[in-house]
């Protein structure tokens, strides 16, 4: 656990957000700290620290290299293309990982974790960026550049370094600065000896939905669902392309294809003083996630901080949070809003889907083997451990034609058998938590929030996210748009400069009429 150091002189000392998840540890309320939940902001703390927010993960057999799975994480949201001039780099003092656990004692087998090194070359010359058009990683014009580590760190802690100085693809600051970012994107994929490969930059946000689901569930009215709440935005992504051998247990991905993958950030505390900062003390975990919407729609807001302290072991032995899978709160407030049924009784399928993958062999009550990891050959049922996390079954051939509802239309190589990108997972989350793995589709509410797709396409090969948007989200708005002159260039027009000159000039002649009054005035 991590302990603030002492203030002296003029520094004042804080805990950053790892120390205060540190804190709730030390309460005792729920133990140590690993998986998660689709989390745009789902917890207060990790709200105020986006760098290190954990978005959504993304797991499965890579459809045009079908003997390599790949994993994607996504952190920082709602980056507006616009935001500069710092853009959105990656935190230098954090470290981002991607776990896997191949035997489901809900601990990580393997964890791949990446750490980054800035290279600033601005220093007190500009605050640009970059100062012309980039070309290349190497580009002269990227005055700010980012490098990256990738470790692979085994089961006792020991770890082999995969990638050293990895070349991250940076922020999009604009069609004019980077006209082809397919390009640096290109250059930023880096070949791992053994066939894997990573690639780390910035692309489309992946997720679509309509997060006006917060807002009473849609204003107590569906006909109003259909805006992609994350339309324009971007983040930040690693992706990792790796065999399936390396992911299986015992190295056979034949007779032990299931595995549970999350992703999660550390940090230290920090002590801050004016215009630096220092890291100190334990690594502590601020965020996770493995399935979707899990933090955000499942877990109270009492226990989102702790549960994005949490590893995946400590998961079943949380009664609160047990008590919230086994009776969720959305299927009751869809009854109260639309007067939809919620299913009754313990919700034991829910268990299968969050918290032990669906399988016969536990006794759960959806009639199907697909991705518990106790379906694995090699794995002692007996060590086996409910938790958190996304699992996927290796061994299901990507379909020819993905469809966006997963599972739920047949189609077992998506959602919630690990997750590819076109998963739509409000719908079919939605649908689960209404109880339409056991009990069908529920028809009231099959239309979901008639967002069924990125409004960017997802790519065909490895990385497989979509290019960064690089134009302003609200570029459609036509009460904050300046037009150009005739002429070009740019500027206001001349009847516009001419009236904010005539402002300025009437409120300099009124401030020294006032100043003036005041000098003549009687001193009390």
Excluded at 426 to 453: F, R, S, T
Aim: charged fraction near 20%.
């Amino acid at each position: 656990m991590s302990t603030p150091l002492t203030s002296r002189r003029a520094t004042r000392v804080v805990a950053a957000l790892a120390a205060v998840g540190a804190t709730a540890l030390a309460t005792g309320l729920f133990g140590t700290s690993g998986a998660g939940a689709s989390s745009h902001r789902e917890a207060p703390l990790i709200a105020g620290d986006p760098a290190v927010d954990n978005t959504d993960v993304y797991a499965f057999v890579s459809p045009d290299h079908q003997d390599t799975v790949t994993l994607i994480a996504n952190f920082s949201p709602f980056q507006e293309p616009n935001g500069g001039p710092n853009f959105y780099p990656w935190a230098t003092d954090a470290r981002y990982d991607l776990n896997v656990d191949n035997d489901g004692d809900a601990r990580a087998d393997i964890t791949y974790r990446f750490t980054f090194q800035n290279d600033d070359r601005r220093g007190k010359s500009t605050f640009l960026y970059n100062n012309g058009v980039v070309d290349s990683l190497d580009d002269e014009n990227l005055l700010f550049r980012q490098t990256y580590t990738l470790e692979l760190v085994d089961q006792r802690g020991a770890s082999t370094k995969l990638v050293q100085k990895g070349k991250v693809a940076p922020s999009n600051t604009g069609p004019k600065s980077m006209p082809d970012y397919a390009a640096l994107r290109d250059q930023a994929i880096t070949q791992i000896q053994g066939g894997a490969k990573a690639y780390v930059g910035q692309a489309d946000d992946s997720f679509f939905l309509d997060l006006r689901v917060f807002d009473l569930l849609y204003g107590a009215d569906l006909s109003e669902v259909g805006q992609d709440t994350l339309k324009g935005f971007n983040s930040n992504t690693i992706a990792l392309q790796v065999p399936k051998a390396w992911l299986a247990l015992k190295g056979d991905a034949k007779r032990n294809p299931v595995i549970g993958v999350w992703g999660d950030t550390e940090r230290r505390s920090m002590e801050l003083s004016p215009g630096r900062y220092r890291a100190h003390g334990e690594w502590v975990q601020v965020s996770r996630l493995g399935n979707p919407l899990v933090n955000e729609v499942v877990v109270p807001a009492g226990l989102k901080d702790t549960f994005n302290s949490l590893t995946p072991d400590q998961d079943g032995k949380v009664k609160e949070l047990v008590d919230r899978v086994t009776n969720p709160e959305l299927p009751q407030l869809v009854e109260a809003i639309y007067k939809i049924p919620a299913p009754k009784g313990r919700r034991d399928d829910l268990v299968e889907i969050f918290l032990t993958g669906i399988t016969t062999k536990l006794g759960g009550p959806i009639k199907a083997d697909l991705n518990s990891q106790v379906n694995n050959a090699d794995v002692d049922k007996r060590k086996f451990v409910p938790s958190e996390q996304l699992r996927l079954n290796m061994s299901v051939a990507p379909a020819a034609d993905p469809n966006r509802l997963g599972v739920l239309a047949k189609d077992n190589q998506g959602f919630p058998n690990g997750r590819r990108l076109t998963d739509d997972v409000l719908d079919i989350g939605l649908q689960a938590l209404e109880g339409a793995a056991v009990n069908g589709v529920v028809e009231a509410l099959a239309a979901g929030d008639k967002v069924d797709a990125n409004e960017n396409a997802f790519e065909k090969k490895f990385p497989y996210v979509a290019l960064p948007n690089n134009t302003a989200v609200n570029a459609g708005a036509a009460d904050v748009a300046i037009k150009p002159t005739a002429g070009g260039g740019g500027l206001p027009t001349a009847p516009l400069l001419s009236g904010l000159l005539a402002i300025l000039l009437i409120g300099a002649g009124a401030w020294v009429l006032r100043h003036r009054a005041q000098q003549d005035s009687p001193t009390e």
